[in-house]
């Protein structure tokens, strides 16, 4: 079966689900998830794992994520980006670089963060945004957050530019409403583009209109390996005896320190995921076939 991750530039207006979908219609793979979605109003990149590939698709859901966000002040929206209803308006205040560095400074580093009614969690067992739409709106509980880099890009009154690199789970919706209430104009989210996830970047995306164009085995071809995923985890190499261990699923003794994930490699190939105890013993958390 045919496997691999696509790195895809997802257009504006388009859901993550249905990008997926036009996708594996290109490629002719019908197991097959994304990793991390992105709302309508957002662009850039997407991973798309396709076959065996899905196995390593939770890793890169609790990925680092890094974006390009516009932000409008003055204006707060009810989802928190320019597809809402206007709430409420403010006059936005005269504003140093200095002053907008002072309030970007408070949101570095870890932060407790509530999510926006306008997101894919459930309450219940009903999505926050189905809820929203409703007029319906429920109490979130705060969520440890980090941002490890959130830099002003530009700034032209009321509009500004940032760069940000955050962990799973970061709202960037939610980061433009709190740093406009922080300034004291409020604001929305008016355009995001998301350019790194995980080992990932957006330069070596694809689009979904180059991807239409392909033939079948061009296509494919841009698929990467599972592995590639990992990069930031450590290998283990197994020689024969111990690599058909593994394949049976069982664990194996090897010289290597505690570790969880690790990518276990035997006979010059990609076998899965695993883990080291402190017992020495790697055992298999998903063996790639």
Not at 5 to 29: Q, Y
Not at 90 to 98: F, G, K, R, W
Request: glycine share 10%.
């Amino acid at each position: 079966m045919q496997s691999g991750i696509l790195l895809l530039d997802k257009p504006l207006g388009l859901t993550s689900n249905a990008a997926l979908t036009r996708a594996k219609r290109v490629l002719g793979i019908r197991k097959a998830g994304h990793t991390g979605a992105l709302d309508p109003l957002a662009t850039g990149l997407l991973p798309l794992c396709f076959g065996e590939a899905t196995k390593v698709s939770a890793f890169l859901l609790d990925a680092d994520k890094g974006y390009l966000a516009e932000l409008e002040l003055g204006a707060e929206t009810a989802s928190g980006d320019a597809e809402g209803e206007i709430l409420a308006r403010s006059d936005v205040p005269v504003l140093s670089v200095q002053d907008i560095e002072h309030v970007l400074d408070g949101f570095r580093g870890e932060i407790d963060q509530v999510p926006p009614m306008y997101s894919a969690l459930k309450h219940k067992g009903r999505r926050l945004h189905e809820l929203a739409r409703a007029g319906i709106e429920v109490e979130r509980k705060p969520r440890r957050v980090t941002i490890d880099e959130l830099q002003l890009m530009r700034f032209d009154s009321p509009r500004m530019a940032l760069r940000v690199r955050c962990s799973k789970g970061t709202y960037i919706r939610s980061l433009a409403m709190d740093i406009g209430q922080a300034l004291g104009c409020g604001a929305h989210l008016t355009a995001l583009r998301r350019d790194r996830s995980g080992p990932f970047r957006l330069e070596d995306a694809i689009t979904l209109e180059r991807l239409e164009e392909m033939e079948l085995d061009a296509a494919r071809a841009l698929l990467l390996p599972a592995d590639r995923a990992l990069v930031a985890h450590p290998e283990v190499h197994l020689d024969s005896p111990r690599t058909a261990d593994i394949r049976q699923g069982r664990a194996v003794t090897v010289d290597a320190a505690q570790a969880d994930p690790v990518r276990i490699y035997g006979e010059g190939r990609f076998l899965g995921i695993g883990r080291i105890g402190d017992d020495g013993l790697l055992r298999v958390r998903r063996l790639f076939h």
